[in-house]
């Protein structure tokens, strides 16, 4: 199916691994033009040309810190008009909420909700303008059901998914559509670092913690980073005008709901 993306250009964060990575391969195997953001220059460089081997598209690395107004300004700088974003950011740290002070909630507020409002707000008008957008934000499927070792990402995450609920339906008469794609247990190295952590309190092998996240799922695995990429692909999609606002949760099943 031709998603119909072929010179259309996206800002992907958080883009030289994991999940943001296998967002920006599925969209330039589409023919979209990258602007890829990270902290760590030579990842993101080896990852950007990496990606432009494989698919002939131009990728544009730029290292910055997307939390902060300088690594947001950078990104923009080198694609101020895009038609797609790509909201991503590592997730605060597990632990107990009595151990957290102020300073701990602001940074991840920062990371994990006023970071993707920000980028959102310096885009959105210009794609209204052109008739066309498309903003994913990858957050969580904390956000429907929250995982207590992760207080600050349940609730950080959960203010972006609100204020996103009522902006996707003031500028969906434009084309320009806004979804979250929730992620459940995927093999990246933010799974493997929560399993490690997991595994030093139980004095196990962190293949048995991973091997354990991975029976808990209907599915019986973990997913593949690449069937991430894919959906968000989809939801960039010029072919799904009609859908807005919507929370995709992608956990091979875990969450029990009637209604997903």
């Known amino acids: 199916m031709d998603l119909g993306l072929k010179g259309k250009k996206a800002i992907v964060c958080a883009a030289s691994k994991g999940l943001g990575r296998a967002c920006a391969l599925s969209l330039a195997r589409e023919g979209v033009e990258l602007v890829i953001t990270a902290r760590t220059a030579s990842e993101l460089e080896k990852t950007a040309a990496e990606i432009s081997k494989e698919t002939g ?47 701990d909630w602001i940074k991840a507020i920062d990371a994990n909700m006023l970071a ?72 990246t190295d933010r799974l493997r670092s929560g399993a490690a952590h997991e595994a030093g309190k139980r004095n196990v092998p962190v293949d048995e913690v991973i091997a354990e996240r991975a029976k808990a799922t209907p599915t019986g695995r973990v997913g593949d980073p690449a069937e991430f990429g894919d959906a968000c692909a989809f939801l960039c ?7 807005v606002g919507h929370n995709l949760l992608l956990d091979g099943g875990a969450f029990n709901s009637s209604i997903a």
Do not use: Y
């Open 57 to 103: 598209v131009k990728v544009t690395p730029v290292a910055g810190d997307i939390s902060t107004e300088a690594g947001r300004a950078a990104a923009l700088a080198a694609c101020p008009a895009p038609d797609i974003l790509v909201n991503n950011a590592g997730g605060p740290p597990p632990g107990d909420f009595r151990d957290w002070e102020r300073e």
């Open 116 to 187: 993707p409002i920000f980028l959102i707000k310096a885009v959105v008008d210009g794609m209204c303008e052109r008739k066309f957008g498309r903003i994913v934000n990858i957050t969580s499927a904390s956000v429907k059901s929250p995982i207590p070792v992760l207080g600050m990402s349940n609730g950080a995450r959960a203010g972006l998914t609100g204020f996103v609920a009522g902006l996707a339906r003031q500028v969906a008469r434009h084309n320009v559509l806004i979804n979250n794609l929730l992620p459940g247990p995927f093999l």
């Open 237 to 243: 999609s010029a072919k799904i005008g009609f859908i």
